[in-house]
């Protein structure tokens, strides 16, 4: 597991069976939408949207 160390909780790795649900809409995430922008040699940033209602759900960035 990773570096991250919460008090009091435990941290597992989710079940082959476990898919999340989108918090706006409610459906099943089967699939996540990305968009990128840049290369990523440079500078490499992505938007993770809901395929459904298209709400944002993440953003990250990478860069040297």
Same mark, same amino acid.
């Given at each position: 597991?990773? $570096? /991250?160390? /919460?008090?009091? $909780? +435990?941290?597992?790795?989710? *079940?082959?069976?476990?898919? *999340? +649900?989108? *918090? +706006?809409?409610?459906?099943?995430?089967?699939?996540?939408? $990305?968009? =990128?922008?840049?290369?990523? !040699? $440079?500078?490499?940033?992505?938007?993770?949207?809901? *395929?459904?209602?298209?709400? /944002?759900?993440? !953003?990250? =960035? !990478? =860069?040297?």
């Amino acid at each position: 597991m990773g $570096v /991250f160390n /919460f008090a009091g $909780v +435990k941290v597992a790795d989710a *079940p082959p069976s476990a898919i *999340p +649900k989108c *918090p +706006k809409c409610e459906k099943d995430l089967d699939e996540i939408w $990305v968009k =990128s922008k840049g290369t990523g !040699f $440079v500078k490499k940033e992505q938007i993770l949207m809901c *395929p459904y209602c298209r709400i /944002f759900l993440g !953003f990250g =960035s !990478f =860069s040297l």
